[in-house]
């Protein structure tokens, strides 16, 4: 009958509800009798349906009325493929009156095998009321069923509805099996004549097909587990043999990695997307019933504390899984790790139960069932599988753990393919290729870094406090020997000579008079000895004032630097750097370099390998070495080292380093011709000094012959 015009239907369907309705799936008053009936479980309730029901139509409409009761439904819609249109149960018509039937339609075609929460929409723009949706039965015997919250039903909290959409999800599995009984497409076999229907939930699902794992074809499955000791192989052996032995929907295996637990293969699947949302509640979900470290059964019956609860209202979300078993794998006892007789079999395990928690957790395998359970308990198939699970977990695992296994592995594949005389080459040329390293003496080279630059260069330095006004020349600027650099300016110094030239000026005056004066023949005698007395002084005082002023004058030349040698000039932005800028004697201005002359090497040696060059330098006063620059790295040039700093100094790069000093070589055999010219001033070099010769064996492998002598012998002898 159809959603909207069979009242007649609805009735029907709703007499025939109450007229069955005496063990729903929770407690409800039931309509005129005041009193509270005690239900069962939801399996045991829908066996009671159908035994009481004569074909699939009576179920179904038997069916709305105790969801309807269970749920507290202001409407539930039931689709069959048999009908022209869905059939309705309506106990409110409040409800009835405003919802959408397109709506309904709809919600009904999209339902899935995992029950899902929906809005229905109504006729009133804006307007909603909550429902859930599930599909109970595929094409081409389609059933689903949608059930509609009343309008004004209080709002229920995200737990609640979680447990309502799981009590959805069993009643869908446990009405699937009779329906297709119904329809003659029964996975259960047919009750005998005079037989009840009414079947506990265990007793229905016991009679779910299994396969005997007795069979040759069964016991080869479980064999293959330890085909090979490669754990990653291992692992999907495990899920996929076991989902097609126990018939599950899906299986995934996680094993511990720290404190987590972290998921190791899913059958079907060859890549296991770890970012996943489903991948990553599933080990959030093993990790919290790890600590219950027994099997179980999800969702239980008894009430699981929230540290379990949430993670599995979560991981059933994600994945849409109605049903779950969670067994934990843990390692058997060999009776090779026993004491006691030895036993021909050393890889039988002694009888234990591998999934009771005695051993060390290997792994977690997760049973997944999306549309109902298909067994109640952990029966003989699943310790049979998971025993030999263990077994083959167990030995993967101590095989991975063996040190060094890549290299032992590499190596005995190498082995296996020569023979006894490559072998016997083998060795020889091992020998020989020692004994030539023993004797053999090669030159040994020391590695240096640091620069090139001319061997003749100055210094200018402010020869006096001043400011500088004017620079007279430019970075790479050619000069010769006393031609002025900079113009230095200094105020108090100015001020200072022109104050003795007044007073020298003055003096000079006065002795003048005085000298005038004592020619006067008319002058007395004492008159001329008191001018005689004065006349002396201001000499004295002349005489010191021009010394006084010869100095200022010396110090006034210094204001003008100018260039010690003949060169050019090296100084890099100096202008920039300098002008309008005060400076203080001493002050270091620029350098001059005579880049048309000999050039030298600036080196610093690291400390470690500093022993070589030292010995040879006694040897030795000089050293030969080749060295190339960062400006033509191509290029090869030649020098000899000539002398070695007496101590140590800490670089920039924290390193110990000792300083060395090498002349370059303007022409060499089988080397580059040094050109100034081209040359950079303080160009990067490296820099190999030629040593004394060595063993082969030692100047090729030095570090870690110094490293065992300084880290190991040194204090082994101590």
Same mark, same amino acid.
């Given at each position: 009958?159809?959603?909207?015009? +069979?009242?007649?239907?609805?009735?029907?369907?709703?007499?025939?509800?109450?007229?069955?309705?005496?063990?729903?799936?929770?407690?409800?008053?039931?309509?005129?009798?005041?009193?509270?009936?005690?239900?069962?479980?939801?399996?045991?309730?829908?066996?009671?349906?159908?035994?009481?029901?004569?074909?699939?139509?009576?179920?179904?409409?038997?069916?709305?009325?105790?969801?309807?009761?269970?749920?507290?439904?202001?409407?539930?819609?039931?689709?069959?493929?048999?009908?022209?249109?869905?059939?309705?149960?309506?106990?409110?018509?409040?409800?009835?009156?405003?919802?959408?039937?397109?709506?309904?339609?709809?919600?009904?075609?999209?339902?899935?095998?995992?029950?899902?929460?929906?809005?229905?929409?109504?006729?009133?723009?804006?307007?909603?009321?909550?429902?859930?949706?599930?599909?109970?039965?595929?094409?081409?015997?389609?059933?689903?069923?949608?059930?509609?919250?009343?309008?004004?039903?209080?709002? $229920?909290?995200?737990?609640?509805?979680?447990?309502?959409?799981?009590?959805?999800?069993?009643?869908?599995?446990?009405?699937?099996?009779?329906?297709?009984?119904?329809?003659?497409?029964?996975? &259960?076999?047919?009750?005998?004549?005079?037989?009840?229907?009414?079947?506990?939930?265990?007793?229905?699902?016991?009679?779910?097909?299994?396969?005997?794992?007795?069979?040759?074809?069964?016991?080869?499955?479980?064999?293959?587990?330890?085909?090979?000791?490669?754990?990653?192989?291992?692992?999907?052996?495990?899920?996929?043999?076991?989902?097609?032995?126990?018939?599950?929907?899906?299986?995934?295996?996680?094993?511990?990695?720290?404190?987590?637990?972290?998921?190791?293969?899913?059958?079907?699947?060859?890549?296991?997307?770890?970012?996943?949302?489903? $991948?990553?509640?599933?080990?959030?979900?093993?990790?919290?019933?790890?600590?219950?470290?027994?099997?179980?059964?999800?969702?239980?019956?008894?009430?699981?504390?929230?540290?379990?609860?949430?993670?599995?209202?979560?991981?059933?979300?994600?994945?849409?899984?109605?049903?779950?078993?969670?067994?934990?794998?843990?390692?058997?006892?060999?009776?090779?790790?026993?004491?006691?007789?030895?036993?021909?079999?050393?890889?039988?395990?002694?009888?234990?139960?591998?999934?009771?928690?005695?051993?060390?957790?290997?792994?977690?395998?997760?049973?997944?069932?999306?549309?109902?359970?298909?067994?109640?308990?952990?029966?003989?198939?699943?310790?049979? $599988?998971?025993?030999?699970?263990?077994?083959?977990?167990?030995?993967?695992?101590?095989?991975?753990?063996?040190?060094? #296994?890549?290299?032992?592995?590499?190596?005995?594949?190498?082995?296996?393919?020569?023979?006894?005389?490559?072998?016997?080459?083998?060795?020889?040329?091992?020998?020989?290729?020692?004994?030539?390293?023993?004797?053999?003496?090669?030159?040994?080279?020391?590695?240096?870094?640091?620069?090139?630059?001319?061997?003749?260069?100055?210094?200018?330095?402010?020869?006096?406090?001043? &400011?500088?006004?004017?620079?007279?020349?430019?970075?790479?600027?050619?000069?010769?020997?006393?031609?002025?650099?900079?113009?230095?300016?200094?105020?108090?110094?100015?001020?200072?000579?022109?104050?003795?030239?007044?007073?020298?000026?003055?003096?000079?005056?006065?002795?003048?008079?005085?000298?005038?004066?004592?020619?006067?023949?008319?002058?007395?005698?004492?008159?001329?000895?008191?001018?005689?007395?004065?006349?002396?002084?201001?000499?004295?005082?002349?005489?010191?004032?021009? +010394?006084?002023?010869?100095?200022?004058?010396?110090?006034?030349?210094?204001?003008?630097?100018?260039?010690?040698?003949?060169?050019?000039?090296?100084?890099?932005?100096?202008?920039?750097?300098?002008?309008?800028?005060?400076?203080?004697?001493?002050?270091?201005?620029?350098?001059?370099?005579?880049?048309?002359?000999?050039?030298?090497?600036?080196?610093? &040696?690291?400390?470690?390998?500093?022993?070589?060059?030292?010995?040879?330098?006694?040897?030795?006063?000089?050293?030969?070495?080749?060295?190339?620059?960062?400006?033509?790295?191509?290029?090869?040039?030649?020098?000899? #080292?000539?002398?070695?700093?007496?101590?140590?100094?800490?670089?920039?790069?924290?390193?110990?380093?000792?300083?060395?000093?090498?002349?370059?070589?303007?022409?060499?055999?089988?080397?580059?011709?040094?050109?100034?010219?081209?040359?950079? &001033?303080?160009?990067?070099?490296?820099?190999?000094?030629?040593?004394?010769?060595?063993?082969?064996?030692?100047?090729?492998?030095?570090? $870690?012959?110094?490293?065992?002598?300084?880290?190991?012998?040194?204090?082994?002898?101590?």
């Amino acid at each position: 009958m159809n959603a909207e015009s +069979s009242s007649s239907s609805n009735d029907s369907a709703t007499s025939h509800g109450k007229a069955d309705s005496d063990a729903p799936f929770r407690d409800v008053t039931q309509p005129g009798t005041g009193e509270q009936a005690e239900f069962g479980s939801i399996d045991s309730r829908v066996a009671a349906l159908a035994s009481n029901s004569n074909d699939a139509e009576t179920f179904l409409r038997r069916l709305a009325t105790d969801l309807q009761q269970a749920f507290n439904g202001g409407i539930v819609a039931v689709h069959w493929h048999q009908w022209s249109a869905p059939v309705m149960l309506v106990s409110d018509p409040s409800t009835s009156a405003v919802i959408d039937r397109d709506a309904i339609r709809s919600l009904l075609q999209s339902a899935s095998s995992a029950a899902v929460g929906c809005s229905v929409p109504t006729h009133d723009p804006g307007s909603l009321t909550r429902g859930y949706h599930v599909e109970i039965d595929r094409d081409p015997h389609r059933t689903a069923v949608l059930i509609v919250a009343p309008l004004m039903s209080p709002t $229920v909290g995200p737990r609640t509805q979680v447990d309502l959409l799981r009590r959805l999800s069993q009643y869908a599995s446990a009405s699937r099996t009779w329906l297709r009984h119904f329809q003659g497409n029964a996975h &259960i076999d047919a009750p005998e004549t005079g037989q009840s229907l009414a079947l506990s939930g265990d007793q229905m699902l016991s009679k779910q097909s299994t396969t005997n794992l007795s069979t040759e074809a069964a016991r080869q499955a479980l064999r293959s587990l330890h085909r090979d000791l490669d754990m990653n192989a291992t692992c999907y052996r495990i899920v996929n043999e076991a989902r097609r032995l126990l018939q599950w929907d899906r299986v995934t295996l996680l094993r511990p990695r720290g404190r987590k637990m972290v998921v190791s293969a899913i059958s079907s699947v060859a890549v296991v997307d770890r970012r996943s949302n489903s $991948v990553a509640s599933a080990e959030r979900l093993a990790k919290a019933a790890a600590v219950l470290n027994r099997p179980v059964i999800l969702p239980d019956a008894d009430e699981l504390p929230p540290q379990i609860q949430t993670p599995l209202d979560d991981y059933m979300d994600q994945t849409g899984v109605t049903t779950c078993a969670m067994l934990p794998i843990h390692a058997p006892t060999l009776s090779s790790d026993c004491t006691g007789d030895d036993d021909d079999d050393l890889t039988t395990p002694q009888t234990q139960n591998v999934l009771s928690g005695d051993g060390r957790l290997l792994g977690i395998l997760l049973l997944e069932s999306f549309e109902g359970r298909p067994d109640a308990t952990i029966g003989p198939s699943i310790h049979e $599988v998971a025993d030999e699970a263990a077994l083959a977990l167990r030995n993967s695992d101590e095989h991975q753990s063996v040190f060094g #296994l890549r290299t032992r592995k590499a190596i005995g594949r190498v082995t296996g393919s020569i023979g006894r005389a490559a072998w016997l080459a083998a060795f020889v040329i091992l020998f020989a290729l020692l004994a030539a390293a023993w004797l053999v003496r090669v030159d040994h080279t020391v590695t240096a870094s640091g620069h090139a630059e001319p061997k003749i260069r100055q210094q200018v330095f402010a020869g006096i406090d001043g &400011i500088v006004k004017e620079i007279l020349v430019a970075d790479g600027d050619t000069v010769s020997a006393g031609v002025p650099l900079i113009r230095l300016e200094n105020a108090d110094l100015e001020s200072q000579v022109e104050d003795l030239a007044g007073r020298i000026q003055t003096a000079s005056q006065r002795l003048a008079s005085l000298q005038a004066m004592r020619l006067d023949p008319s002058a007395d005698t004492a008159s001329q000895a008191r001018w005689a007395l004065e006349e002396s002084q201001l000499s004295s005082e002349l005489t010191g004032l021009k +010394s006084q002023l010869d100095l200022l004058q010396k110090q006034q030349s210094d204001l003008v630097v100018t260039s010690p040698i003949d060169g050019r000039v090296d100084a890099w932005q100096i202008r920039q750097r300098l002008i309008d800028r005060p400076v203080n004697r001493g002050d270091a201005l620029l350098r001059i370099v005579d880049d048309q002359g000999p050039w030298e090497l600036t080196l610093s &040696i690291v400390d470690s390998d500093a022993g070589p060059v030292l010995e040879s330098m006694q040897d030795s006063t000089t050293l030969p070495l080749r060295f190339a620059i960062a400006t033509e790295p191509e290029l090869s040039f030649a020098g000899t #080292l000539q002398s070695t700093a007496t101590a140590t100094r800490l670089d920039p790069q924290g390193r110990y380093v000792i300083d060395a000093y090498a002349d370059i070589t303007a022409q060499a055999s089988g080397f580059a011709p040094w050109n100034n010219d081209a040359a950079m &001033i303080g160009a990067d070099v490296t820099a190999k000094i030629q040593c004394d010769r060595r063993r082969l064996l030692t100047s090729w492998f030095s570090d $870690v012959i110094d490293f065992v002598h300084r880290h190991i012998l040194f204090h082994l002898s101590a």
